[in-house]
């Protein structure tokens, strides 16, 4: 039998499947969550609803359908078929066990508002990301080079057939245009879609400018905003939204907008050789965007669904990551090159004068540790499942 690729967040599942009586696994195509689900639940049936077959035996007699699947399942893509929601509340009222069934799905909007409608106090969540660093150096995958990582990203496939990331990636692109974006949204021009996802990737790690992105798309505003909620929604970006205080107007209220996978990022900035990826010219910002999903990754992994958030203020104190770690906060500066410039810490020194007892973390190219003083460290990028 094949060995799967050990995913970090087994445990975290199993506690939860002990706690609730349904768990919900959100998370981008192709990122591993059937496989997460069979694992888990080897023993039970597993239902597609994308599957036409599978859609039809439910509609034709739900309540047959639910006698026949009593004692759990796995309901993969479930969103596809609302209704399903309303008869599995009866029976999760009706049977109070844990861990009874597994849904899963690849938009998180459409899960989140009918669970949140029928099925709330009784489903846990958990979602589940691409392959992280730390994931692909315990399944003893060759990842001792940064670029390697960045350009290749994190989905499964990839790395386990040894695939070439630009053409199994361009694949990614258009199945989900051609078919997702149709079922999800009433998009008709999907060219003009395609290309406001492109000029997404190029704004990738700046402040969202949604004006900019209108105009440079050619829709309205209202139609940008639809669009991004879409590609939030099916985990294809996320915006890092700023840190504030109520006392201080004068910090940058617009949120950042990220990438889930950095592979797929490089895919749409036409970069498929570590050579162009070191000749990109935002390189800088690729490797901020790689960083802050690793971070994302570790978090989600543990299942700590908590916010990250970035630091601005308007004269242009900057600091890329603000985060917080079992009850402490940390505030982290992202940097490419594989050495440190001493001036790297005025950022961080700012905002530690902002707000008292917080760590300084520099995380950046190279690969030394050093620790600068008690609030103030260094830490490469190889080192990141520390975070």
């Excluded at 489903?123 to 992280?132: A, D, E, I, R, T």
């Excluded at 150096?137 to 386990?160: A, C, Q």
């Excluded at 570790?298 to 900057?318: M, S, T, V």
């Excluded at 600091?319 to 940390?330: A, H, T, Y």
Aim: charged share 25%; proline share 3%; glycine share 6%.
């Amino acid at each position: 039998m094949e060995t799967a690729i050990h995913r970090k967040i087994v445990e975290e599942a199993k506690f939860r499947l002990t706690q609730f009586r349904a768990l919900c696994i959100t998370g981008p195509r192709q990122s591993g969550k059937t496989t997460l689900s069979k694992l888990l639940f080897h023993n039970k049936p597993y239902l597609n609803f994308e599957l036409p077959i599978v859609q039809s035996e439910f509609q034709k007699d739900p309540l047959q359908f639910f006698k026949k699947y009593a004692k759990g399942a796995i309901f993969d893509e479930v969103q596809r078929v609302p209704d399903v929601f309303r008869y599995l509340q009866e029976v999760l009222d009706n049977n109070t066990a844990r861990g009874q069934f597994i849904l899963t799905g690849s938009n998180n909007f459409l899960l989140q508002e009918q669970i949140s409608q029928s099925l709330a106090g009784r489903v846990g969540y958990l979602s589940l990301l691409p392959l992280s660093y730390t994931e692909l150096k315990e399944n003893k995958f060759k990842v001792d080079v940064v670029d390697e990582l960045i350009l290749r990203g994190g989905y499964p496939e990839i790395w386990k057939e040894n695939l070439t990331a630009s053409t199994w990636l361009e694949s990614y692109i258009q199945t989900y245009v051609q078919r997702d974006v149709r079922l999800l949204k009433n998009i008709n021009d999907l060219a003009t879609f395609s290309r406001f996802i492109y000029l997404c990737a190029n704004a990738a790690g700046q402040i969202l400018n949604r004006d900019e992105l209108a105009r440079n798309t050619g829709v309205d505003t209202k139609t940008i905003q639809s669009w991004l909620g879409l590609l939030e929604n099916s985990y294809l970006v996320f915006l890092l939204q700023p840190w504030f205080n109520n006392s201080n107007s004068r910090l940058v209220k617009s949120p950042k907008l990220y990438f889930y996978d950095t592979g797929l990022l490089c895919h749409l900035l036409s970069i498929h050789s570590k050579t162009a990826l070191q000749k990109y010219p935002q390189y800088g910002a690729l490797f901020e965007n790689w960083v802050i999903t690793e971070i994302q990754k570790n978090r989600y992994n543990q299942g700590n669904l908590k916010p990250l958030y970035f630091y601005r203020n308007a004269i242009g104190n900057e600091v890329d990551l603000i985060m917080d770690k079992n009850e402490e906060l940390f505030a982290i500066e992202i940097k490419s090159g594989k050495k440190i410039d001493p001036g790297v810490f005025k950022n961080l020194k700012h905002f530690q004068k902002q707000k008292v007892n917080v760590n300084g973390l520099v995380i950046y190219g190279g690969k030394e540790y050093a620790e600068i003083n008690s609030q103030q460290f260094v830490l490469p990028w190889n080192e990141i499942d520390d975070i």
